[in-house]
């Protein structure tokens, strides 16, 4: 008996043609052509195509991933084995990384997608679909939640990240690099991760607005007050370094603190945020003092996804601290 698959399409590169009279290309290939474009698939697995949206991946909402679970778990409870996604590069790590909060399932949820488009020598949908429907097809997926499969690599999506605007190579994990890979016919996982981080959310989901700033040379914070005029609920704020500020954006963001839920991230996107280090006006000792709160290991991007599910559930600051000093424990 061969594994039953659900792939899910939502748009994106891999699904972008032209009908030839316009620049560009854009989502228009369904579910079915994608599957019909990958030699072997029907080998590997009985496959069961569902175009779920048509979207470029930039205006993939909270929503329609929350739609998308819904599915996923009407799927699994139907006797579906493992989840397959495909969607744009864009935005792919943040729609991977939010569905892997929320994901309770055990059965593999594989997120993939194109780099070059179906028109395009070297296109690679196809070997992309076949990858991630190998591995969410085997037994070694179950239970990591959710992974993104590229370019023959298996990335948690916990630290799946994009790092290149159109190499097929694009996605990297950072710190802890790619956990697998496939080799011929085979899926290998070779580090196991020891722990998932699960964000139970309220049935009513309301969505807070969080704000993502980043910090560059000669900022004086003057956004932080636009942030906190147009009433935003938080505020990630992605510092220079190893969390720092200008000294100029104390004022304000000290302000803002006494307002909404700060937390400061590094704008470098890779390595743990400094705590005990540095002491000048703006530095992390200095802002964590002021109550802003550290992400730890989180990017601004992994950071406002965290922030926006625990506002939405409504927590307190403090809870919001220990959850983001959780993912170092
Ligand atoms: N570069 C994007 C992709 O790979 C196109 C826009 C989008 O993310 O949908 O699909």
Known sequence: MKPKIKVFTLGGTIAMVSDGSERGVSPKLKAESLINAVPGISDI???DPVTFRQLPSPSISYHDIFDLLSEIYRSLDNGTNGIVITQGTDTLEETSFLL???YTGQAPIVTT???RNPTLPGADGPSNILHAVMVAASSEACGLGVLTVFNGDIHAARFVQKGH???PAAFTSSPIGPIGWVSESKVR????????YIIDLNNKIQLPKVALLKVSMGDDG?????VIDKGFDGLVIEGTGGGHLPAAMVEKITKAVAKIPVVL???IGSGELLRETYMFPGSEIDLMDKGIINSGLMNGLQAKIILTLLLANGVNTNTIISEFNAWLE
Request: charged share 25%; aromatic share 0%.
């Open 113 to 115: 997608g194109a780099m």
């Open 165 to 167: 605007t159109q190499s």
């Open 265 to 267: 991230a590094s704008r």
């Open 45 to 47: 697995a009985d496959i």
């Open 100 to 102: 892997d909060r929320i």
């Open 189 to 196: 996982i070779i580090s196991n991760l020891n722990k998932r």
């Open 222 to 226: 003057s956004l932080i007050d636009t």
